[in-house]
């Protein structure tokens, strides 16, 4: 018998081809043959300077040579004291403590432990979560818990704990968030402990976009009703978005910040949960109960805190921001062209994410036609991986004109052929 991969969000009774990548740098895999793909979507929304970037690679390399796994529970490193201090620079202000884990999920997970811990230290029951329709925070059980319920999680629902729902601000509909947003926070018997959002744009619930102003508005609502704010900026933080952090664009600064992804650059896994005073105040006592309880093995592991600091210094010697003005540039000028075509709808854009749909009676995440749009762009060296009838572009910060032109192309290809 040999052991067989079992890849992620993938049905194997398909059969559908797994290509295999060899090497990859900046936008481009390469496949043993020397087959060159672009990666339109960062790998999963985590490259944002292009693949195995060479000050990063140093960093790790120099790093793994030095120390390369420390327990963390009670001990430290320089590597993870760097970044922690480094962060202040990028954050908004008041997020003065950071919590390490390894992954969006985890972080989100920390960052739910954190708001409950801080309700429960304070003497105060309260339990209850607040989430937005649509949303994606990972697929721990937590995270899952707080994420739209379907396909991806009736299987697991009696694992799942309960939340408070509010619609997504769909433009023209935006009073009606709030309204039930005032409800939940404003309910005597059962006064919610947190509200978490993914900020401006939901990435896997179909990259649906939000306003800056509704942002600022729900966390007004929320901070007059002592409900704490958790910002997912999983997806939308380290430029996405047009700024370094979503959040930035309301001028708010939440009360718990998660992070991940392009923490890294997107080389190597880690995240942070970012949180304010108020919520650290609450665990830090003489009473060892009140110890926030949460760790993993490779909490702030310092090779991947070396690639943070490295991630960190690209952003403040090179043209990041200028690369991601360009990006949008070019993207807005695309979808100038989208809008103006038949059975296209629904073009919208958020920073360097581009998004439109192709019209399709499906018309959800379980389409026919995504995995036909999939199939299309491997065929065509592009790696988009659509939701559903939903076609997303999220391109590492380092694309080049050329390689973005040879994208944009091929989705007007598979427009022509499918819409
Ligand atoms: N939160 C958001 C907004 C995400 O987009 C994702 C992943 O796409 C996650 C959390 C989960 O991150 P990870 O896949 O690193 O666990």
């Known amino acids: 018998m040999t052991t067989k991969i079992w890849h992620p969000f993938t049905q194997h009774g398909l059969g559908e081809p797994i290509p295999q990548i060899a090497k990859a740098e900046g936008a481009l895999l390469y496949t043993e043959a020397g087959r060159e793909i672009i990666d339109a979507i960062s790998s999963w929304w985590v490259q944002t300077h292009g693949h195995c970037n060479p000050k990063i690679v140093a960093a790790i390399q120099e790093q793994s040579a030095r120390l390369d796994q420390i327990i ?5 490193h320089e590597p993870a004291q760097q970044l922690a201090e480094g962060l202040s620079e990028f954050l908004p202000s008041g997020l003065d403590h950071i919590f390490f884990s390894d992954s969006g999920s985890t972080a989100v997970e920390v960052a739910l432990k954190m708001a409950l811990g801080f309700w429960h230290n304070e003497g105060h029951s309260r339990n209850r979560i607040l989430v937005m329709d649509h949303s994606y925070h990972g697929d721990t059980i937590g995270a899952m818990s707080i994420g739209a319920r379907g396909v991806f999680n009736n299987a697991y629902a009696p694992l799942l704990f309960d939340v408070g729902s509010i ?18 926070c404003a309910d005597p018997d059962d006064p919610p402990a947190a509200l978490i959002v993914e900020p401006l744009i939901l990435g896997a619930g179909g990259m649906k976009v939000y306003s800056p102003d509704i942002l600022a508005e729900m966390h007004r609502i929320c901070a007059q009703h002592d409900v704490l704010f958790i910002a997912d900026e999983v997806m939308t933080g380290w430029g996405r978005t047009g700024t370094v952090f979503a959040s930035e664009q309301a001028g708010i600064t939440p009360d718990i910040m998660c992070m991940a992804k392009g923490l ?31 760790s993993s093995s490779f909490t702030a592991n310092p090779i991947a805190c070396a690639a943070a600091n490295a991630n960190l210094q690209i952003w403040r010697d090179e043209p990041v921001q200028q690369r991601i003005d360009h990006i949008i540039q070019c993207h807005s000028d695309f979808a100038d062209q989208l809008r103006q075509q038949h059975n ?23 389409s026919a036609l995504g995995p036909e749009l999939l199939r299309f762009f491997t065929d065509h060296d592009v790696l988009l991986r659509p939701l559903g009838n939903v076609v997303y572009i999220m391109p590492p910060y380092c694309i080049t004109d050329d390689q973005l032109f040879s994208v944009y192309k091929i989705i007007q290809e598979a427009i022509d052929h499918f819409a």
């Not at 073009?347 to 192709?358: D, P, S």
């Open 72 to 76: 963390f529970a009670g001990w430290t």
């Open 167 to 184: 619609p997504f601000p769909e433009q023209g509909s935006e009073q009606a968030t709030l309204d039930a947003l005032t409800v939940f």
């Open 264 to 294: 890294t650059g997107g080389v190597i896994p880690l995240a942070v949960t970012a949180a304010s005073a108020p919520i650290y105040d609450a665990h830090f006592s003489q009473d060892r109960a009140k110890t926030f309880f949460h």
């Open 344 to 366: 296209i709808s629904a073009v919208r854009q958020c920073g360097t994410i581009l998004a439109f749909e192709i019209d399709d009676a499906g018309g959800n995440y379980m």
